[in-house]
């Protein structure tokens, strides 16, 4: 079966721009989650999605960072405006409660942002 | 969320057995212990899943005592290929999709 497909791979921008992330979950998996992996460090959990409604996004950085999932397939993350601390790698995740007894979590390649 | 520790780095050697402790002193009655492996630039994969006791794959074993209060990944005969970063997490199983928090990993460095 297809994995968690992310584009882009890279990304550069300055300061105070705007990026979006995009997200394709793994077919028939309800659950998606938005991961940010800081260098060195394991991912830590931004928001998680069961079908389109949020379950947790306690961690999210509303102030600059949303994330939709409109349809309970793909999903969007954005960033607006950029800081320098938000460079990191952005992973993504799908599972599917049901399906496995150990309710794995299926990571995508993420997402590299680096800002300048 | 019960908290993990585990070693923050280790070396070994091709056909080695590794053994990976983690401590999670806090851990749960509803909590399974799980294990992921992440190499460089590719998201995390999940190894072993277990409750108490001992639980093997085809990949590893994990070996969790009576009290719970710790558990050891075991990977026989590693390669050059396992080089890589091992996560230890407690999670709550819940039919709403498990939340995953990550700590810092032990950084498995495989040498020829």
């Known amino acids: 079966e297809a994995g968690v497909a992310q584009s882009p791979r890279y990304k550069i921008i300055e300061k105070r721009q705007s990026v979006a992330f995009w997200c394709n979950p793994i077919?028939?998996?309800?659950?998606l989650y938005w991961y940010q992996q800081i260098l060195g460090q394991g991912p830590k959990l931004l928001i998680q999605?069961?079908?389109?409604?949020?379950?947790?996004d306690s961690q999210l950085p509303k102030d600059r960072f949303s994330a939709e999932r409109l349809k309970g397939v793909d999903s969007t993350l954005k960033i607006q405006p950029a800081k320098l601390e938000d460079s990191a790698v952005y992973l993504c995740?799908?599972?599917?409660?049901?399906?496995?007894?150990?309710?794995?979590?299926?990571f995508g390649p993420g997402t590299r942002l680096t800002v300048l | 969320l019960a908290k993990t520790t585990q070693p923050i780095s280790m070396d070994s050697y091709e056909g080695q057995e590794v053994n990976i402790t983690c401590s999670h002193n806090n851990i749960a009655t509803n909590d399974y212990i799980t294990w992921y492996q992440q190499f460089p630039s590719q998201g995390p994969r999940f190894i072993i899943q277990g409750y108490k006791t001992k639980v093997t794959n085809e990949v590893a074993s994990l070996f969790i005592p009576a009290d719970r209060k710790s558990s050891t990944l075991s990977l026989p005969r590693v390669s050059l290929s396992d080089t890589a970063v091992y996560y230890c997490l407690v999670v709550l199983m819940n039919n709403a999709g498990n939340m995953l928090t990550f700590g810092g990993g032990t950084r498995l460095m495989v040498k020829p």
């Open positions: 999605f069961q079908n389109n409604g949020v379950v947790d």
């Open positions: 995740a799908s599972s599917s409660p049901g399906t496995s007894s150990y309710n794995e979590q299926f």
């Open positions: 077919s028939g998996h309800a659950t």
